[in-house]
């Protein structure tokens, strides 16, 4: 299971570099699809012992909210705004690459750091889920279009994710339920919300309505 785990991760980490160079919406919305399903098998691959009831549902509801659902409603709402280019992030792609690298080793050091209760995890369990979460917030804060700031947001979800499964061995069903509702709803409203900017001003550039302030 270790190993079938490890080539979950470094898929994930490719995908990561992958959304850091993406120009258009369409493939950024199937990498960040790639990744809830990822994420979903990943906690199917590293549990350990004989699988429960409980632990499939939960793996196959994320795998169906993050794999399916968010990126459906991402793609209605691309869609209806038009446009599949992120035409001027406020970081170009090729520093974006470049800065992935630092974040990927950057995310190595701190996980060769990180003292976790586990110990039976797959070896790049941690920095793959350290550079999920920076490439998230490195989408919200680097792209100027609202749609692919919430798509970085559902990539960091991701990564807590699989930060979760590596430091808690076991979380009430309950909570892991919230945590997807809450992320459902937040996506969900996002994806209204832009769809409601795109309708009125005819873009998603949220620089254009920093405008409108004041």
Do not use: W
């Amino acid at each position: 299971m270790d190993a079938t785990a490890d080539r979950l991760l470094l898929v994930l980490i490719v995908s990561d570099i992958a959304l850091l160079g993406a120009r258009r919406l369409g493939r950024a919305i199937g990498l960040a699809a790639l990744q809830g399903i990822l994420v979903g098998v990943l906690a199917l691959a590293s549990h350990h012992g004989p699988l429960t009831v409980r632990t499939l549902f939960l793996a196959v509801l994320g795998i169906g909210l993050r794999g399916v659902l968010f990126p459906i409603l991402l793609r209605f709402v691309a869609r209806r705004a038009g446009g599949d280019r992120e035409l001027e992030p406020y970081v170009g792609y090729g520093p974006s690459l470049l800065l992935g690298i630092a974040m990927l080793g950057g995310a190595m050091a701190l996980g060769a750091r990180l003292q976790l209760p586990a110990t039976e995890l797959p070896a790049l369990l941690v920095t793959a889920a350290l550079f999920t979460m920076l490439t998230g917030v490195f989408l919200v804060v680097a792209r100027r279009r609202a749609l692919t700031q919430c798509l970085g947001y559902v990539v960091l979800e991701n990564g807590i994710y699989g930060f979760g499964v590596a430091t808690v061995s076991e979380v009430p069903a309950l909570v892991e339920l919230g945590a997807l509702l809450d992320l459902f709803l937040a996506v969900l409203v996002m994806g209204v919300a832009i769809y409601r900017i795109t309708a009125e001003f005819d873009h998603m550039d949220t620089d254009q309505l920093d405008a409108l302030k004041g």
